[in-house]
């Protein structure tokens, strides 16, 4: 069984940073595709981006584009969501999902384990 554990969410002021941190267990990491996600209250839940294998390809949602970066540690099994110029409407709780499949890291149903989420506040 393949767990995530989220951490490092919080409180921060608009502007500020935060890194997220996605602990996987298990001897398999590497061969996950990872992703975050986040859903705010009342709304779908949403791409923010991915990362392959080797951690040499990212993808990331329109959002978040030139604000967030994802990166990995094989040796960690870690992968982490650097944060910077928060918005207000980043707000939400943040997931990290690892997938076995190749294709559609953009969506959600290609994912096939999920941490618990942790939560981001961005105040104004």
């Known amino acids: 069984q393949v767990q995530l554990v989220e951490s490092g969410g919080g409180l921060v002021q608009a502007g500020g940073s935060l890194r997220l941190s996605c602990a996987v267990s298990?001897?398999?990491?590497?061969?996950?595709?990872m992703g975050w996600f986040r859903q705010a209250p009342g709304k779908e839940r949403e791409f923010v981006g991915a990362?392959?294998?080797?951690?040499?390809?990212?993808y990331y949602g329109d959002s978040v584009k030139g604000r967030f970066t994802i990166s990995r540690d094989n040796v960690k099994n870690t992968v982490y969501l650097q944060m910077n110029s928060l918005k207000p409407e980043d707000t939400a709780v943040y997931y990290c999902?690892?997938?076995?499949?190749?294709?559609?890291?953009?969506?959600?149903?290609?994912?096939?384990?999920w941490g618990q989420g942790t939560q981001v506040t961005v105040s104004s």
């Open positions: 999902a690892a997938s076995t499949g190749d294709y559609g890291l953009g969506s959600h149903q290609n994912y096939d384990y």
């Open positions: 990362i392959r294998r080797s951690g040499g390809t990212t």
């Open positions: 298990g001897r398999t990491f590497n061969r996950y595709k």
